[in-house]
């Protein structure tokens, strides 16, 4: 522009000194001067484009047009240096003629830009060495490919290839975004498979040092415990070969080292009770086990190391097994010293009472075939509360429920009393001494003359009777004194005990019932004696668990894959009972059992023989087992069950008891009684 005006000057100075000039200048400048700014503007821009893209040397000249350079020849005879830069920077305005713009526009599918593309902007900020952008016009394929006039061109492909190369592109992004989705789930899967696999494996034995082991009982995985435990291993196994490869300064140092790690460590389970001075020590030791890696890391020998490690640490969680088993078996023995306390108070206060006062109301309900009849035989004041309290408290209508209540002399008056101080609603209960049953005796009963034989009171009395663990642990179990009550014995005799009724539901002291119980009384047992529910899974609570088939008594006559049933909650028909002499059968087998050759001592195994094929199995839902010795049972069973039982060693009465399972019981307790309060019995 700014040569225009300066030309328009001179033109109207040459009109004012001879306007027959102006005309010839006008056609000058439109037919000649006017194209051949065109052509070096663009010519100059193109120059700098290429400039600023750092092309190779030669390159430039290659690209010009010839018309360009003709062009740029006359033009630098006629204006000025300073002329030319104006012309070329304002060539960036030419709208559709400037190369930015045809570079920002859609452009032809003849046309193909090759290199990076950059904006104006861009390229006015952008580094000597980016790539030049380079059009090229495409050539059309035949026999004899065009050749541009340069002898530089190059083949572009079709609109179509182009398509299928961005197709085959997307392809292969989404084929590769797949691949890595597929291997994150595969790895999830893993992950989440090794940590199902953990949870099955033995925590008392493995504890919980596991890189899959979800922590949910405790966010804090105690890092810095499991940390020093791993460097003191590392340090044991290096101090056995630092003594074999006779390296006592080494020795020496992680002796030293081990020492204060133990003492630092001691009992600390948590991260949280660990001293101020335990990270420095942590640091110190790992200086050392790094000093004796360089010096004595033997793959063979440390992976020897390890493997007598593991084995002497298997023995010790074997021996540790059977103590804790004895002391298991020993604690469910006992009875708590509040439990105890509160039977001898209950006892002097029965006593104390006049005979007149010693009996319970309702005793003309005691024989009616027409209620629901039930029978505990327990020596446990507390637990057999529960039992009667949880029934009735379930119970639509405790008017139509008996309680047969056995207990032993030393037990009598404390059950009682503890009856008549906290009757069971409108319930009818009474309460008898099994040492009262005279026809229960050494000639009628096996099981007694056994218990009274020489041979049984070695097996229990002896006072040189093994009670180490290695070989007392196994058979500890059969040494509860409840295999020598005969309160554990009586089942077997329900219809002498109860002659004048039909059905009977016999109930253990170590049950809570959660459910009305009445329904039981109008199942159908199919002709067969006892109504029980099955405890078998695939390979386990099978015949051959608790009887001996290599006897051949046993194995002729059971079936070893038959399915166990459980004692606990029994629906007994005593008119078939007594029809098909079950006592006299359960007599029979106990003879045949005195030297303990058929099974060992209890009532189940004789059970499952006398009752073979004479159980109806009752719905699951009836009777849920295991929270005794079974951290594991489903809470979702236990809510649904009638009735829930705590068989095995962990008794909810007991310190030893499941602290998850324990509520259950202890909510038909009232602890603000009197008697509970002043023997120390609490929640």
Not at 147 to 161: M, R
Not at 370 to 388: M, Q, R, T
Not at 472 to 487: F, H, T, V
Not at 503 to 512: C, E, N
Request: hydrophobic residues 35%; glycine residues 6%.
């Amino acid at each position: 522009m700014a040569s225009g005006r300066g030309l328009s000057g001179m033109g109207i100075h040459r009109k004012r000194g001879g306007g027959s000039r102006l005309p010839i200048v006008l056609v000058i400048f439109f037919s000649v001067l006017a194209p051949l700014i065109f052509f070096v503007g663009r010519g100059l821009y193109t120059s700098a484009s290429i400039d600023q893209n750092d092309i190779p040397s030669g390159s430039s000249k290659q690209n010009v047009h010839w018309r360009e350079k003709l062009a740029l020849q006359y033009i630098k005879s006629l204006l000025s240096k300073d002329v030319i830069d104006v012309i070329a920077a304002s060539t960036v305005d030419l709208g559709p003629l400037s190369l930015d713009s045809l570079r920002k526009s859609n452009m032809s599918a003849s046309w193909k830009f090759v290199g990076a593309e950059t904006s104006v902007e861009n390229n006015a900020t952008s580094e000597p060495n980016q790539k030049a952008v380079r059009i090229e016009k495409e050539a059309p394929k035949g026999k004899g490919d065009n050749i541009l006039s340069d002898g530089h061109s190059q083949l572009v492909d079709t609109p179509a290839k182009q398509f299928r190369r961005q197709l085959r592109e997307r392809r292969r992004e989404k084929r590769a975004a797949d691949l890595v989705q597929q291997d994150d789930e595969a790895i999830v899967k893993l992950e989440n498979a090794a940590i199902e696999r953990s949870k099955s494996v033995d925590s008392a034995v493995l504890g919980k040092y596991s890189i899959w082991r979800k922590e949910n009982e405790n966010d804090n995985s105690d890092s810095t415990v499991r940390l020093m435990r791993d460097q003191m291993i590392m340090a044991r196994v290096y101090l056995s070969i630092a003594k074999m490869k006779n390296k006592p300064d080494l020795q020496q140092e992680l002796q030293s080292r081990l020492k204060e790690s133990q003492r630092a460590l001691g009992d600390t389970a948590a991260d949280a009770d660990l001293h101020h001075s335990v990270p420095e020590k942590i640091k110190l030791m790992g200086q050392v086990l790094s000093k004796a890696r360089e010096q004595l890391y033997d793959c063979k020998l440390v992976t020897g190391k390890l493997r007598a490690m593991l084995q002497t640490a298997d023995e010790q969680v074997r021996s540790l097994k059977k103590q804790s088993t004895f002391l298991s078996q020993l604690a469910a023995k006992t009875i708590p010293n509040g439990i105890h306390c509160m039977s001898m108070r209950l006892t002097i206060e029965y006593y104390l009472l006049p005979p007149e006062k010693r009996k319970f109301p309702g005793s003309e309900n005691l024989e009616n075939p027409n209620l629901y009849h039930y029978a505990l035989f327990s020596d446990n004041v507390l637990a057999a509360s529960v039992v009667v309290n949880s029934t009735i408290m379930n119970a639509k209508d405790s008017s139509k429920h008996v309680f047969h209540l056995v207990t032993d002399k030393l037990n009598f008056g404390a059950m009682n009393m503890w009856f008549l101080l906290n009757p069971p609603g409108k319930a009818a209960i009474h309460v008898e001494n099994v040492d009262e049953f005279k026809w229960l005796n050494s000639s009628y009963c096996p099981v007694l003359r056994q218990l009274e034989s020489a041979s049984m009171k070695e097996y229990y009395f002896k006072a040189d009777h093994p009670t180490t663990l290695s070989s007392g642990a196994s058979n500890l179990k059969y040494r509860n004194p409840k295999y020598l009550s005969m309160l554990n014995h009586l089942r077997f005799y329900l219809p002498q005990v109860y002659p004048k009724l039909n059905k009977i539901l016999f109930l253990d002291d170590d049950i809570v019932v959660q459910k009305d119980l009445t329904r039981l009384w109008s199942v159908d047992l199919q002709g067969k004696v006892n109504g029980a529910v099955e405890t078998c899974g695939e390979s386990f609570h099978r015949f051959d668990k608790y009887l001996n088939f290599t006897n051949p008594h046993i194995a002729r006559n059971f079936d070893p894959n038959a399915c166990g049933w459980a004692y606990g909650m029994n629906m007994f028909d005593l008119k078939e009972w007594k029809k098909k002499d079950i006592t006299g059968i359960y007599h029979k087998w106990q003879n045949m059992n005195e030297d303990r050759t058929l099974w060992k001592l209890g009532t189940l195994p004789p059970g499952l023989i006398t009752f073979y094929n004479l159980t109806h199995p009752l719905e699951k839902s009836w009777h849920v087992l295991g929270l005794g010795y079974n951290p594991s049972v489903d809470r979702s069973e236990i809510e649904n069950a009638a009735v829930v039982h705590y068989n095995g060693n962990m008794k909810p009465w007991l310190e030893l008891a499941m602290t998850k399972y324990r509520s259950y019981w202890t909510k038909y307790i009232k602890y603000d009684h009197p008697y509970l309060r002043n023997c120390n019995l609490n929640e």
